[in-house]
Antibody, heavy 118, light 112 residues
Framework: EVQLVESGGGLVQPGGSLRLSCAAS????????MTWVRQTPEKGLEWVAN????????SHVDSVRGRFTISRDNARNSLYLQMNSLRVEDTAIYYC???????????WGQGTLVVVSS | DVVMTQSPLSLPVTLGQPASISCRSS???????????LHWFQQRPGQSPRRLIY???NRDSGVPDRFSGSGSGTDFTLKISGVEAEDVGIYYC?????????FGQGTKLEIK
């Protein structure tokens, strides 16, 4: 059974940092693009970042570029999102998801909540 | 960025009746490889999103055949032939033809 389990969310002050993790199991992790998507009541679903199966190619949406970094460790079947210089508007549920091709996200984790507030 | 516009945003439906959700993109979603990367997701209350349909009309395993997708270019539709109670939730279209990939605002389906 495919499983994606996020962790690392929590309450952080503006300007702070958090590192989200996503533990994958039940499939060959190194064969898939992986993605972070976030969700807020106000903006709905927003694509945050994705990474090539080998990890060498990464893309980040403009609103987080330079502050967030997606990475992966294929030996540990894990996906990460390093979030620095956090802003109030980064408050969201963050999901990791598997991408077999061009955004066709076929497996999602349960999400981890990040709250940026003073 | 490609803007995805869904309508309606709220969709009250009587059990057993059909429902239809429109999704329009600000640019054609035909990729240079010839495929159209328009996907549909369902999010039931309290759950993570789940893919229903990929590349316009391909239904995922386990998705009831009352769900169908159609469209081309910039204009797409998700139809439910007869709404059941388990269909309550929010439906999102999403394009993967242009980076950054973008979602529609979501359509909230409820039982009337």
């Amino acid at each position: 059974e495919v499983q994606l389990v996020e962790s690392g969310g929590g309450l952080v002050q503006p300007g702070g940092s958090l590192r989200l993790s996503c533990a994958a199991s039940g499939f060959t992790f190194s064969n898939y693009w992986m993605t972070w998507v976030r969700q807020t009541p106000e903006k709905g679903l927003e694509w945050v970042a994705n990474t090539h199966p080998g990890g060498g190619q990464r893309s980040h949406v403009d609103s987080v570029r330079g502050r967030f970094t997606i990475s992966r460790d294929n030996a540990r079947n894990s996906l990460y999102l390093q979030m620095n210089s956090l802003r109030v508007e980064d408050t969201a549920i963050y999901y990791c998801a598997r991408d077999p091709f061009y955004g066709a996200l076929d497996q999602w984790g349960q999400g981890t909540l990040v709250v940026v507030s003073s | 960025d490609v803007v995805m516009t869904q309508s309606p945003l709220s969709l009250p439906v009587t059990l057993g009746q059909p429902a239809s959700i429109s999704c329009r993109s600000s640019q054609s979603l035909v990729h240079s490889d010839g495929n159209t990367y328009l996907h549909w997701f369902q999010q039931r209350p309290g759950q993570s999103p789940r893919r229903l349909i990929y590349k316009i009309s391909n239904r995922d395993s386990g998705v009831p055949d009352r769900f169908s997708g159609s469209g081309s270019g910039t204009d797409f539709t998700l139809k439910i032939s007869g709404v059941e109670a388990e269909d309550v939730g929010i439906y999102y279209c999403m394009q993967g033809a242009h980076w950054p990939y973008t979602f529609g605002q979501g359509t909230k389906l409820e039982i009337k």
